[in-house]
DNA sequence: TCAATAGTGTCTGTTAGACATTATGGA
DNA sequence: TCCATAATGTCTAACAGACACTATTGA
């Protein structure tokens, strides 16, 4: 979820004894009968009483070092949920800010590091952003929110504009006034047209 | 690898009494001290006679049927390589376009299903269609590829623009004369500058 | 009145895609 | 000669981003 001006992200009390303190919700496999969806939703329910409106698995992890409940294999998912969003695990659970993580074992690392990415990468695809925030906001929110996770400032009238060529909020009818300024019109996500075809080739080879 | 006009995916023959009669090339996980990604290339390198140049995961798939070989948890990987690759195994394994592949097991479906989403996916990131293509090859070879890839027809003119500006290709100074019509230039890959700024903000929820 | 934020209209540079044209080989 | 393919120049519509402006609140 978005806090200030980055994500957090949802960690657990590690068992006594283990290096670190803090690891990822995670839960063992069980035999066989359950789809890694399934147990990921699981793990979600018992860490916050919403379901997140986005999780999607980021892939398959190992290493040498083997993850804090010994398992040779861990598989990473992330999920979204709005800002604010308390933990059902009350104290032994703990939002950070992902520039503010706690030590985490290499394979946990791995895996956050695997999510931000996924998150990032597949933003155009999946109503991610609309996820990391409550069912009505401002578009201002709603850029904010987008800045975030492109980690870089966008165009107002730019953002806008794209945002209702794309059909993608409707105004609420309701406003809410933040402090100073101009009270914000609050929309909701309500996709309608879909598919937008894309345009051009891209050659954006970074690695 | 590319055949004709679409992909072809490298299958090896189910041992006998398997209710499918092809399946993908695979190793089981050994104990522990070897990555994924190093299985995966050990899994390549007994397959194809060439290392692919490009080869990523595509995450971890488990379902109820298990898996040919009894495993309860399968991670995927997708690599590319030249178009006329053959495999090392011989008379056991063969390339099957996407469109005719035989029956496989579901998990295996699901991978390969995850496989072409990636390449997709990923084609703009990672040098995927150049692993596709021999050393040096021409822009139309190139730009079939990436229409191959892209499921979609593309611009002559605006595909090689767009390649100039990404500076990723080199005239090799050779020229192939393709049966009928002009002889067209060889290239080669080799990317000069990177990290094109990405512009603008997508809305593309297409699911 | 000032400061701060929301929301819009206009202009400009970039570029994807259409179209047309030239170049150069084989049949 | 005709045909097929390569390669390139020009035009246009779409659009991202800059800039400027108005609107509406709280201090």
New binding site residues.
Partial sequence: MPVDRQLAVLLVRAPEGSLERWTLPWAPAPGTGTSLDELAADVARRAVPIAPGWLEQVGAFADDRRHPGDVALSVGFVGAVPAGTRSSLGEDAAWFPVAELPALAPRHQAIVAAALEAVRHRLDLAPIAFRLLPSSF????LQRVYEILLGRR?????F???LQ?ASLVQPTGE?R?????????LFRFAPRRRG??R???RFDLLG
Same sequence: chains 1, 2.
């Fill in positions: 401002t578009l201002s929110d966008l165009h107002k009238a730019s806008r504009r794209a060529a406003w006034s933040e402090g100073r300024g101009r009270p914000a019109q937008r075809r345009r051009g080739v």
